[in-house]
């Protein structure tokens, strides 16, 4: 089968930096994206990866690496607006993309 | 990025009725759409994609008899909930693919519409 693993929730402090994980297993790997979905509202994309390494937009870096099934979204110098759920998405080798059920991140002040 | 539209944002119906749902692309043309469902703190659900000018192709579990999809031109995509029903009610989600490029190399992503919250009475 095909899964995607994120933690369920993470807590982080405004003004620090916070990482959240994604580990993937899927037929074939053609590309992971970050999305952040605010509660009530659509998911809008953050970042692309389909090379190994880090991929650097403002505050929001996002790295991967395709050997472990593993990506990680850096989010520094949180803000409170921040607080939102992420979601992971790996595109397979039938060009689908298989979403991780995203981690809710909390910010407190 | 992309701009993709949804409308309405928000419909509240009786049982029974049906309710359609528009998803347009703003500023590009998407020869492919796709419609998602999202049950409160749950993930996303693909529950079709649509292909211009063809079938739409349904997840598995999703009846095409009830979820009717049009995607008559490269910028409309229609989701039609027939004889809705309480259970129907969720948070409905399109979104259209556009080319993007970055050092990571070019693909195919995908913009979100705003979401339509649908509550059958």
């Known amino acids: 089968g095909q899964n995607i693993d994120q933690p369920t929730e993470m807590t982080a402090t405004e003004g620090a930096i916070v990482q959240i994980n994604c580990t993937y297993q899927?037929?074939?790997?053609?590309?992971l994206f970050w999305y952040q979905q605010h509660a009530g509202e659509a998911p809008t994309f953050l970042s692309y990866n389909v090379l190994d390494g880090l991929e650097e937009k403002g505050r929001f870096s996002s790295f991967l690496s395709r050997s472990k099934g593993y990506s990680y979204l850096l989010l520094k110098e949180l803000q409170m607006k921040d607080s939102a759920s992420y979601l992971c998405?790996?595109?397979?080798?039938?060009?689908?993309?298989?979403w991780g059920a995203g981690t809710k991140l909390i910010i407190k002040p | 990025g992309a701009v993709v539209s949804q409308h309405p944002s928000r419909v509240i119906c009786k049982s029974g009725t049906s309710v359609k749902i528009e998803c347009r692309s703003l500023?590009?043309?998407?020869?492919?759409m796709f419609w998602y469902r999202q049950f409160p703190k749950q993930s996303l659900m693909l529950m079709a994609t649509?292909?211009?000018?063809?079938?739409?192709?349904?997840e598995q579990g999703v009846e095409k008899d009830k979820f009717l999809i049009n995607h008559a031109s490269l910028t409309l995509s229609t989701l039609t909930v027939t004889s809705a029903h309480p259970e129907d009610s969720s948070f409905y989600i399109c979104?259209?693919?556009?080319?993007?490029?970055?050092?990571?190399?070019?693909?195919?992503?995908?913009?979100f519409g705003p979401g339509t919250r649908l509550t059958v009475l």
């Open positions: 899927t037929s074939g790997f053609n590309g």
């Open positions: 649509s292909n211009e000018g063809s079938k739409a192709t349904y």
């Open positions: 998405a790996v595109r397979d080798s039938n060009y689908q993309l298989i």
């Open positions: 979104s259209a693919s556009e080319p993007t490029s970055g050092s990571s190399g070019g693909t195919d992503t995908q913009y």
């Open positions: 500023d590009f043309q998407a020869t492919t």
